[in-house]
């Protein structure tokens, strides 16, 4: 009986042994807004954002220049008016800031699906090269770590990807 025993345990002591060698994991560390910053196709997207929300921005200034100048000359005249004319009047005015509210929540609503349209591929793009540098160097995690970010700790061994993810996307 102790003839069988004691090869089984030498055998298990290195399976147990060898396991344990092979399963420390290999972490990396990216700073995602850092290298989306670094993209070209982000300084396009930037572009295109402002363009839009300056245009926004001067149609809802044209509304309310609008609305200023009607509710000035309601201001002005209003005790000249019969009751149907100033009632119209107030009525038109309270239209005219309902739509404006309305193209201010369209608008908001507009940029933020332009904005999440436009950094979709740009993220599935840094998304696809992260990955693809952890499984060409055999990472086990990578871990997004923004400056002011989640993580609380990073070590000395801790290994940076930023370099490599930016040359498999041809950054400098």
């Known amino acids: 009986m102790k003839n069988i025993l004691m090869p089984l345990l030498v055998v298990t002591f290195i399976l147990a042994g060898n396991c344990l060698k092979a399963q420390s994991p290999k ?22 954002m402002q363009k839009m929300t300056k245009e926004m921005q001067a ?61 979709k591929p740009i993220l599935e793009k840094a998304t696809k090269a992260v990955a693809e540098v952890g499984r060409e160097n055999k990472f086990t995690y990578i871990l997004d770590a923004p400056p002011q970010g989640i993580v609380v700790y990073i070590g000395a061994d801790a290994i940076d990807l930023m370099p490599m993810i930016k040359k498999k996307l041809g950054l400098k």
Do not use: C, W
């Open 59 to 119: 149609t809802y200034q044209q509304m309310q220049a609008e609305f200023n100048k009607k509710y000035e000359d309601y201001s002005k005249n209003s005790k000249n008016y019969n009751e149907l004319v100033r009632s119209t009047k107030e009525a038109e005015l309270g239209d005219m800031n309902k739509r404006m509210q309305e193209f201010q929540t369209s608008a908001q609503q507009k940029l933020q699906e332009q904005n999440q349209k436009l950094l």
């Open 27 to 48: 972490i990396g560390h990216i700073n995602m807004q850092e290298l989306l910053a670094a993209m070209p196709e982000s300084d396009s997207a930037q572009t295109n």
